[in-house]
């Protein structure tokens, strides 16, 4: 094994505990950190040295990073820890707005917000040099008052996503990547052989008996085969509609990227002006990476709302591919379209009558006094089987148990009585 020269560290060294909070840091920006790598990587930096930049860059990166979409996040985690005041002075201004002369014109990279936060999660500014204590390094032990978590938390659900701060938003985000939307699954047209299957399999029966001379010596019996069904989202990215398709793309990458959800498959589309894939975008498992692709192909998101025309290019050129196994079907808009009303109310009807379940989620739906006064409100709803509020996390952890009920309306019976 090679030995290295010995390297000049001061009587009291920090590295180890300055590699831990690095290592924090990594760990709240979602890379599975744990106390084992962290002890692997001060051992690696020991027998590596400490001479190189790139050497030190590389040592930890095969210590903390073991898939591919979490190296965007330790570059950028790794550039802002281990010493660039300039980009230290970036990332403060673009997380903390009341910083002004500091922010370079430029868009934040994907991960560059996430490490951020990961890194500057609870700081707060330092003490006057006159109020620092002077003379003792001792850590004082920290005392976390956490009575009023889970309050807090409720009041999380309910918020409206619109009213939510910049902290609260980064809260709803981390509580949207834990939700889940089971799905039962369907019976298949297809059969599977069971024992105590309610049908008899006549075939296999005949088969066994040809074996035995032609006397039938048991019935084979099967039952219908189980299969799940696909998740089609159709996602309003117009100016109206901005701040909730954020969190719900949010939720839609956790849905996709969930091992056992139940969903074949998960297809996504966003409308404004026009009709945007954005399925492959979110199976990148980076979900900083994922909707900053799917921002960039979007190239209508904040602009104006053409519904009835959107729905027209999905059910000419994306229906039968993608629903032809009976999908359900997740449309978040306010409905409010200026285009012919008779127009859209025949693409709903078509796009109703290729889904397995059409939900429709508005947020308008929040306020106590809706009613469909729209002329586009009031020809899509006749076409759903579900219309229900979207603008709170509550109002999505709701719709996970509406795909489980099929006979679930939500507030659609409601309306059409006031129609």
């Not at 400490?50 to 095969?62: E, G």
Request: glycine share 6%.
């Amino acid at each position: 094994m090679p030995r290295y020269a010995p390297i000049d560290v001061p009587d009291n060294p920090r590295l180890a505990h300055n590699i831990t909070h690095f290592a924090r840091a990594l760990r709240a920006a979602g890379l599975p950190v744990g106390p084992g790598r962290v002890i692997d990587a001060v051992r690696a930096v020991e027998a590596a040295g400490f001479t190189s930049r790139t050497d030190f860059y590389w040592t930890l990166h095969a210590c903390f990073v073991s898939r591919p979409e979490h190296r965007a996040v330790f570059h950028q985690i790794f550039r802002l820890y281990w010493r660039d005041p300039r980009y230290l002075e970036h990332m403060m201004s673009m997380m903390l707005p009341a910083v002004r002369g500091v922010q370079e014109d430029r868009a934040a990279d994907a991960a560059e917000k996430r490490a951020a936060e990961a890194l500057l999660d609870g700081a707060e500014p330092p003490p006057p040099p006159e109020e620092a204590p002077l003379g003792d390094e001792e850590e004082l032990p920290i005392e976390v008052d956490a009575s009023q978590t889970m309050s807090a938390e409720e009041r999380l659900r309910s918020l409206d996503f619109e009213q939510m701060s910049t902290a609260e938003i980064a809260a709803a985000k981390r509580m949207l990547a834990r939700l889940t939307l089971p799905v039962k699954p369907i019976a298949s047209r297809r059969a599977v052989a069971a024992p105590h299957g309610r049908r008899p399999d006549w075939p296999r029966t005949i088969r066994a008996a040809m074996r035995q001379g032609g006397e039938v010596q048991r019935l084979a019996r099967q039952r219908p085969r189980m299969r799940w069904p696909s998740l089609v989202v159709l996602c309003d990215i117009s100016g109206s509609m901005s701040h909730y398709s954020r969190m719900v793309l949010h939720f839609l990458h956790a849905v996709a990227n969930q091992k056992g959800a139940g969903w074949a498959k998960v297809h996504a589309f966003t409308f404004g002006t026009r009709l945007t894939n954005i399925t492959r975008h979110l199976a990148t498992r980076d979900v900083d990476q994922s909707l900053k692709a799917a921002g960039a192909e979007a190239q209508d998101w904040e602009g104006g709302t053409r519904i009835g025309a959107c729905l027209h290019a999905f059910n000419r050129d994306w229906s039968r591919r993608v629903m032809g196994q009976g999908a359900v079907v997740l449309l978040i808009t306010d409905g409010l379209d200026r285009d012919d009303a008779g127009a859209l109310g025949r693409e709903m009807e078509r796009l109703h009558l290729s889904s397995r379940r059409l939900i429709w989620l508005n947020p308008l739906l929040r306020w106590d006094g809706f009613a469909p006064k729209a002329a586009g409100i009031r020809a899509m709803l006749p076409h759903v089987d579900s219309f229900r509020a979207g603008h709170s996390i509550r109002s999505l952890e709701d719709l996970a148990e509406a795909i489980s009920r099929e006979r679930d309306e939500g507030d659609k019976r409601r309306l059409l009585d006031m129609m």
